[in-house]
């Protein structure tokens, strides 16, 4: 359908206001974006946006503003099927009741009075994926959108649909550029950049701060002698138990090769326990992986404001401790077995 001359209008304003979003954008701020704009276009007293989980069929909420956005948030998500927001994800398909209250498909929110309503329902829809589900309502006895606003609002939900998928490829590239492929732990990059951050607030805040550095031991034998498929595998290992033996707020990250790192916030002291912790797990997982004798981590750590004075020394200084331990390991594996 052609847009109508005020639509057509309104429609070339809102996309004016959502440029900035779409270039730079997250979803969040693209659909806090897309509420106040459409305000300004079509004025509501509530607008909610459903983020579409299509694996689960259910509708997940992300925002809602005006009226009962309290309830609407408290309400979680929605299968699809269910209200008008639900409909409208089964179906792909707009819609407008101006009275819908009355409505069959309808489902009375939780918490609120049975009054009048007139709700606009539109699927974001980008290619072939269901984005979000934008509800916008009015409410009292006169409430009514107009066929010229529901047309609005179509036009409108397809501009944010653009702006939603352009803001998802960037958090999806984003992530990438962050993530190790091999771990799917966070890479060199990342972790240099929250290092930077979390050390300043510590300086700053007077806040504990430890780095660990750890070192696989044996990747070479384990390549060499059974393949870098399981060479692969034991780093996969190693990440995945440094994350088991991790607290909330910890940071495991692999920055090269066979070196991985962890922040923790915590003192020295601390640190060592853990340290020693996860080493006991990582040769007890490496070996049982390759089967192969010397094959395991060394860890050595450093604490910021005792150790080191900005986070280029915090890493020298665990640098220095990690090979201190990848010494002492090595001398008690060389040391002779005694017997009888």
Known sequence: MRPSARAADA????AEVMVPVMAQGTPDAVR?????ALARFLPYDACDLRSANEQRRELVP??????HSAQVMQLGDVVYGQGLSGWVALHREPLLTNAAQLDPRAVLLPGTPSTPEAVIGIPLIAGAHLKDVLIV??????????DIEFELARSFADLVAVALEN??????????????PLTG????????????????????QGGKLTVLLVDVDGLKLTNDTLGHSEGDRLLATVARTLLTGLRE????????GDEFAVLLHTDATA??????????AIDREAQTATHLRGVGASIGWAELGTDARDPEELLIAADRSMYETKRRNHQRAQRPTSGR
């Open 249 to 256: 707020g910890d940071l495991a990250a692999r920055l090269a």
């Open 185 to 204: 732990l966070p890479n060199r990059r990342y972790f240099s950049e929250e290092l930077s951050r979390r050390a300043k607030t510590a300086l700053e």
């Open 137 to 146: 309502r009015r409410q009292g006895d006169a409430a009514a959108f107009t």
């Open 62 to 67: 992300v925002l809602s503003r005006g009226v």
């Open 11 to 14: 429609v070339s304003r809102f």
């Open 271 to 280: 640190a060592r326990v853990i340290a020693r912790r996860l080493e006991r």
């Open 32 to 36: 806090g974006q897309a509420a106040d």
């Open 167 to 180: 803001a998802d490829v960037r958090a999806r590239l984003e992530q990438e550029a962050n993530t190790d």
